[in-house]
Nanobody
Framework: QVQLVESGGGLVQAGGSLRLSCAAS??????YAWFRQAPGKEREFVAD????????RYTESVKGRFTISRDNAKNTVYLQMNSLKPEDTAVYYC???????????WGQGTQVTVSS
């Protein structure tokens, strides 16, 4: 079982940047993904990255602004978020993904708030 701790969220003005981190313990030889959930909305996929980094995917709304990466030596996955918009405001979660299905075990997430 993988335990995940998200960090790096905060309050930022529109157009600003944040870098989220996902510290993992346990097995890391799998795809990791970032998800987000805004108040009153369903959780949505943001980006994912395979173990080797050879496959990277983004949801259309963040493409060109967000960059997912990982450092396997540090057991850490990152989400660099640039040109942030108010609609990016949400709690951001990371999770392991197998066959496009995330693990049932979610962390607390990290809050990202973008003001206009």
């Amino acid at each position: 079982q993988v335990q995940l701790v998200e960090s790096g969220g905060g309050l930022v003005q529109a157009g600003g940047s944040l870098r989220l981190s996902c510290a993992a313990s346990g097995r890391t030889f799998t795809t990791y993904a970032w998800f987000r959930q805004a108040p009153g909305k369903e959780r949505e996929f943001v980006a994912d990255i395979s173990w080797s980094g050879s496959r990277i995917r983004y949801t259309e709304s963040v493409k060109g602004r967000f960059t997912i990466s990982r450092d396997n030596a540090k057991n850490t996955v990152y989400l660099q978020m640039n040109s942030l918009k108010p609609e990016d405001t949400a709690v951001y979660y990371c999770n392991t993904v197998v066959g496009d299905t995330p693990s049932d075990y979610w962390g607390q997430g990290t809050q990202v708030t973008v003001s206009s």
